[in-house]
């Protein structure tokens, strides 16, 4: 099962990760910084769904078993539209998809469902970006 993009989150925050660097400090203070890589990890995204039914609200929660949890990595939308978690974007379309990085997304925790009223849920999702 795809992530849920049927659904346009109502706020989103979004955090550019940083390429994978490694400093060396010598007793006397000089530096050395090498490059291990060319791609950014650790993107996180966390996704808000305000007010949505429980039925599109349990989605999310089969979505997270079907992915085993923090195990298996997944598109959270296509890179060539502004769908699902993009939805509202106005920016590049590729830079929170992760895609352009080589990047792909798993979740860094379970959802978190909070029951406004009968039959209305408020979803967060929290992602990660992983290659």
């Known amino acids: 099962m795809p992530y849920p993009t049927a659904l346009a989150p109502t706020s989103r925050s ?3 990760g940083d390429y994978p660097v ?3 400090k010598s007793q006397s203070g000089a530096e050395t910084r090498i490059l291990y890589g060319s791609r ?3 993107l996180k995204l966390s996704l808000t769904y305000e007010n949505i039914t429980d039925a599109n609200a349990e989605l999310f929660i089969n979505h997270y078993d079907e992915t085993q949890g923090t195990f298996a990595s997944f598109d959270v939308a296509s890179v060539s ?3 699902g978690a993009k939805t509202g974007w106005q920016g590049n ?3 929170i998809g992760a895609t352009s990085s080589g990047n792909v997304y798993r979740y860094e925790s379970a959802p978190e469902l909070t029951q406004v ?3 209305v ?3 967060t999702v ?3 970006g992983v290659l």
Do not use: E, H
């Open 14 to 16: 979004f955090s550019a």
């Open 22 to 24: 490694k400093t060396f």
């Open 40 to 42: 950014r990890t650790n």
């Open 81 to 83: 539209t502004n769908d």
């Open 93 to 95: 379309s590729t830079a």
């Open 117 to 119: 009223r009968p039959g």
């Open 121 to 123: 849920s408020t979803v």
């Open 126 to 128: 929290n992602l990660i």
